[in-house]
């Protein structure tokens, strides 16, 4: 009885089956389809996915390339810059030393011309002039003497001629007046 039931069990187990199959079968055959369409593009994938990496081995060795040169460039720009800040650095001290040099030179025109002025006072060189100048000064001093007993004996001659010019207009005068007098009389006596 068991064999029987089994039999049944399957006989309905296989209609059943027969009846998903049908009702499935093209439900089935799509997911086969499907399943198939899904392996290609898979593959497809695949190669894809292995052309890509070959791409990014190959941009990744691009990279590592290009950042070996990059740490050069940056090496090469803080090196620039490290001489661009040099440069400036430079051009303040020649601006400093320009100015330290025209100061200088200004002292060096003041040390000159302290120079100059002290080789006034060279000593042989003074005495040279001293003795020049004493001797003008005996010259000055002979010629003002002499201009002076010139001066005096002009002197002397001047109140001497004043003097007689004093004198004859006295005389002028006396005779004026005597003259005077004599016509007076004469014109009194006319007049007598």
Same mark, same amino acid.
């Given at each position: /009885?068991?064999?029987?039931?089994?039999?049944?069990?399957?006989e309905?187990?296989?209609?059943?089956?027969?009846?998903?199959?049908?009702?499935?079968?093209?439900?089935?055959?799509?997911?086969?389809?499907?399943?198939?369409?899904?392996?290609v593009? =898979?593959? #497809?994938?695949?190669?894809?996915?292995?052309?890509r990496? =070959?791409?990014?081995?190959?941009q %990744?060795?691009?990279i590592?390339?290009?950042?070996?040169?990059?740490?050069?460039i940056?090496?090469?720009?803080?090196?620039n810059?490290?001489?661009?800040?040099?440069?400036?650095? /430079?051009? *303040?001290?020649?601006?400093?030393?320009k100015?330290?040099?025209k100061?200088?030179?200004k002292?060096? &025109?003041?040390?000159r011309a302290?120079? #100059?002025?002290l080789?006034?006072?060279?000593?042989?060189?003074?005495?040279?002039?001293? *003795? &020049?100048? =004493?001797?003008k000064?005996?010259?000055?001093?002979?010629?003002? *003497? =002499?201009?002076?007993k010139s001066?005096n004996?002009?002197?002397?001659?001047?109140?001497e001629?004043?003097?007689?010019?004093?004198? %004859?207009e006295a005389q002028?005068a006396?005779?004026?007046?005597a003259?005077?007098?004599?016509?007076?009389?004469?014109d009194?006596? &006319? #007049?007598?």
């Amino acid at each position: /009885m068991n064999d029987k039931l089994t039999l049944n069990k399957l006989e309905k187990l296989i209609e059943l089956e027969t009846q998903l199959r049908g009702e499935y079968q093209q439900q089935l055959d799509d997911k086969d389809i499907s399943i198939a369409q899904l392996t290609v593009d =898979k593959t #497809a994938l695949e190669a894809q996915i292995s052309e890509r990496e =070959k791409t990014i081995a190959t941009q %990744l060795a691009t990279i590592t390339e290009f950042s070996s040169k990059s740490k050069d460039i940056q090496a090469l720009e803080q090196r620039n810059r490290e001489l661009h800040n040099r440069s400036d650095k /430079m051009k *303040d001290e020649v601006a400093t030393v320009k100015s330290r040099a025209k100061e200088l030179q200004k002292d060096l &025109a003041a040390e000159r011309a302290e120079l #100059a002025e002290l080789k006034k006072y060279d000593p042989q060189r003074l005495r040279k002039n001293l *003795d &020049a100048s =004493k001797k003008k000064l005996a010259d000055k001093t002979a010629a003002a *003497d =002499k201009l002076q007993k010139s001066l005096n004996q002009t002197r002397a001659e001047n109140t001497e001629l004043e003097q007689k010019v004093k004198d %004859l207009e006295a005389q002028v005068a006396a005779a004026a007046d005597a003259e005077q007098s004599d016509k007076t009389e004469d014109d009194k006596q &006319a #007049a007598a």
